[in-house]
Nanobody
Framework: QVQVVESGGGLAQTGGSLKLSCAASGSIGKIFTMSWHRQSPGTQRELVASITRGGSTRYADSVKDRFTISSDDAKNTTFLQMNRLKLEDTAVYYC???????????????WGQGTQVIVSS
């Protein structure tokens, strides 16, 4: 069993900051990638940022230079620092972890339940 739990969402004003955390726990052999996605009503879930075990990062164009993804591999945790927030950043933010179980050669994707971010003017 693997659990992925996000925290840190809430309300912020435009131009403000929030920091999201995501922790994976359970039967974990290796985490290959952790990523943040978001979805607002009427839209498809989109990739916001991702980070690999080696530390390579990738960002959606809409958040480049404003959001920063980082990880603490020892704690199976990833963070999303969101600065200069905009109204359009309002969404439910989901964490996804690509995890290989102990002794397995396969990895599976595990999603968290999501955390709401609301940006107001």
């Amino acid at each position: 069993q693997v659990q992925v739990v996000e925290s840190g969402g809430g309300l912020a004003q435009t131009g403000g900051s929030l920091k999201l955390s995501c922790a994976a726990s359970g039967s974990i052999g290796k985490i290959f990638t952790m990523s943040w996605h978001r979805q607002s009503p009427g839209t498809q879930r989109e990739l916001v940022a991702s980070i690999t075990r080696g530390g390579s990062t990738r960002y959606a164009d809409s958040v480049k230079d404003r959001f920063t993804i980082s990880s603490d591999d020892a704690k199976n945790t990833t963070f999303l620092q969101m600065n200069r927030l905009k109204l359009e950043d309002t969404a439910v933010y989901y964490c996804k972890a690509g995890i290989q179980a102990p002794g397995s050669v396969w990895s599976n994707d595990y999603w968290g339940q999501g955390t709401q971010v609301i940006v107001s003017s």
